[in-house]
């Protein structure tokens, strides 16, 4: 149990970056990881996170992307909304995230950002690239 609670970047732990299906894995890219710590060092205030790693059977349960969707790789969906939300995203695009997801509607705790920093691969999924849910 002391392990979930190991801070694995100066701002955050393990438990709150592994899959949350009792799986106990966390295969979160590390260059991914540096990112998110300097955006959290640049935002400066706490960052909620509703979903971080998720394991290839775990995201196939709840994504329409299947077993090798972003949260596989390296992805987070932060709960934040209002202005917090305008200057997350704001920062986000200043350091390089190459995937942003919104969903700012519906209720304030299930509103979120979700950030990953996947390569362009095709012609057809273009990066940078920003979404709305």
Not at 53 to 82: F, K, L, M, Q, W
Not at 93 to 113: A, D, E, N, V, W
């Amino acid at each position: 149990m002391d392990n979930l609670l190991e801070q694995i970047t100066p701002h955050f732990s393990l438990k709150e970056l592994m899959c949350r299906c009792g799986c106990g894995r966390m295969g979160i890219d590390p260059a991914f990881l540096e990112r998110l710590e300097d955006l959290r060092t640049a935002y400066n205030r706490p960052m909620i996170i509703n979903s971080g790693y998720r394991c290839p059977e775990y995201n196939n349960r709840v994504s329409t992307t299947g077993r090798t969707g972003p949260h596989t790789i390296g992805a987070v969906d932060i709960r934040v909304h209002g202005t917090d939300a305008h200057i997350l995203l704001h920062m986000a695009l200043m350091i390089g995230f190459t995937g942003i997801g919104i969903k700012q509607h519906g209720p304030h705790s299930g509103r979120f950002i979700h950030l990953d920093n996947l390569p362009a691969h095709t012609a057809s999924h273009p990066r940078p690239w920003i979404w709305t849910y």
